[in-house]
């Protein structure tokens, strides 16, 4: 049963737009949340998060939106750039984080020069 | 100056055989974990150690067993390795068990013939 999904595998977006990645959660519980970017053969890097008494969260190019009531968040990235090219992936987890994280099963994004 | 590191990267061994993978972070942090990711790509929480104390054993075969002989390190002890261990194992730490945000290493990839 997964808690988090991201529905899309792979995502190609042309360098300058914004790139546009979802996620979507089950867990009513869930009470923070973290974007983790991955290129091949490293491990994940935390990139930006939020927690759930917020609705939106700026860090430079990138901006992470949480819809509580729809159980939904993106993660905005503008502009895109050829070194974004990564795998995304999105996490949560409840009571602090004692339990671990929860990862969707990640999005590949393509920056098209 | 690596914050999480993980030795080997790469480890291929026989069913059957008994190894282990070493993790060590220069971070100060209290809380470590190790996540494995499948070939379905899911990053799942496998344990975590608070000051070397066990805190979280998820639904792991007890042939799985970490080892955490100082809060900077968390190794992780495999015996009797079967097909289905065949994986990336990646370590991570954060502050505290209550941390919002962990860091990951580098991963290694098991590969059991």
């Known amino acids: 049963d997964q808690q988090v999904k991201q529905n899309s595998p792979s995502l190609s977006v042309q360098e300058g737009r914004i790139s546009i990645l979802n996620c979507d959660y089950t867990n009513s519980m869930f009470d923070y949340f973290l974007w983790y970017k991955k290129y091949p053969a490293e491990g994940p890097t935390f990139l930006i998060s939020?927690?759930?008494?917020?609705d939106k969260n700026e860090d430079g190019r990138f901006t992470v939106f949480l819809n509580k009531s729809a159980k939904h968040l993106s993660l905005h990235i503008v502009p895109s750039q050829p070194g974004d090219s990564a795998v995304y992936f999105c996490?949560?987890?409840?009571?602090?984080?004692?339990?671990?994280?929860?990862f969707g099963k990640g999005t590949h994004l393509i920056i098209q020069p | 100056d690596t914050a999480v590191s993980q030795t080997p990267k790469y480890l291929v061994t026989q069913m059957g055989n008994d190894k282990s993978i070493k993790c060590e972070q220069n971070?100060?942090?209290?809380?470590m974990y190790w996540y494995k990711q499948d070939s379905k790509k899911f990053l799942k929480i496998m344990f975590s150690?608070?000051?070397?104390?066990?805190?979280i054993n998820e639904t792991v075969p007890n042939r799985f067993s970490p080892k955490s002989p100082d809060k900077a390190h968390l190794n992780l002890h495999i015996n009797s390795l079967e097909l289905g261990d065949s994986a990336v194992y990646f370590c991570?730490?954060?502050?505290?068990?209550?941390?919002?945000?962990?860091?990951f290493g580098p991963g290694t990839r098991l590969t059991v013939l």
């Open positions: 939020i927690s759930s008494i917020k």
């Open positions: 996490a949560s987890h409840s009571g602090g984080g004692a339990d671990g994280l929860t």
């Open positions: 971070l100060g942090h209290d809380t």
């Open positions: 150690y608070n000051n070397k104390e066990l805190i």
């Open positions: 991570a730490s954060s502050q505290a068990v209550a941390a919002d945000t962990q860091y």
